[in-house]
């Protein structure tokens, strides 16, 4: 296996008359050596369609998965928390390096497939109601679940009063987007 860094900090001092070097050297091997993008990982009430009143819920602690086209890995993580710095550990018990060639609930996540997941992830069947959330999906578009009613308020700018607006919404999933002009 091949070893590599990006950047070594080190540090030199004389003792009698022998020269220390002290190199900080993060390695890492080849195929970590990758730019991984990190893609969180949210749940989604989902309407069970051969059966009224009920919906399924994702069951994974996946929270994010890290993902390079070009690795041969995905990097699946439960409770992630962003490192203080660039370098992970791979010590790191939240961090799972699994085989990207192998069948996974992460693989199938990644590549959007619903029969891969349905496959291999584990998912729970709740009774109605849907769960109550406002989830953020781009900007200001907003995925709203079992909420009927919504008010938002606008500051004063532009040619907006700065009056509270209110919006009667039907369904269990909507997506609105929401402006203050």
């Known amino acids: 296996m091949a070893f590599y860094y990006n950047?070594?900090?080190?540090?030199?001092?004389?003792?009698?008359?022998?020269?220390?070097?002290?190199?900080?050297?993060?390695?890492t091997s080849y195929d970590l050596a990758h730019t991984f993008q990190l893609y969180d990982v949210v749940k989604l009430p989902i309407a069970v369609p051969e059966m009224h009143g009920y919906y399924s819920m994702l069951a994974t602690d996946i929270t994010t998965i890290a993902f390079d086209q070009d690795a041969d890995v995905y990097i699946q993580m439960k409770n992630y928390r962003?490192?203080?710095?660039?370098?992970?550990?791979?010590?790191?018990?939240?961090?799972?390096?699994?085989?990207?060639?192998?069948?996974?609930?992460?693989?199938?996540?990644?590549?959007?497939?619903?029969?891969k997941i349905k496959a291999m992830c584990r998912y729970r069947v709740h009774k109605s109601p849907h769960?109550?959330?406002?989830?953020?999906?781009?900007?200001?578009?907003?995925?709203?679940?079992?909420?009927?009613?919504?008010?938002f308020h606008c500051p004063r700018?532009?040619?907006?009063?700065?009056?509270?607006?209110?919006?009667?919404?039907h369904g269990i999933q909507t997506i609105h987007q929401f402006d203050c002009h």
């Open 157 to 169: 700018q532009f040619a907006n009063d700065g009056q509270e607006q209110m919006l009667d919404l």
């Open 131 to 151: 769960p109550r959330s406002v989830l953020r999906v781009y900007g200001n578009m907003f995925l709203l679940t079992n909420i009927t009613q919504l008010r």
């Open 7 to 27: 950047q070594a900090e080190f540090k030199t001092f004389w003792k009698d008359s022998t020269l220390f070097l002290v190199i900080d050297v993060p390695i």
């Open 82 to 115: 962003q490192p203080p710095t660039d370098i992970w550990q791979a010590s790191d018990v939240a961090l799972t390096f699994l085989d990207r060639n192998r069948p996974t609930c992460t693989r199938g996540l990644m590549e959007g497939s619903l029969s």
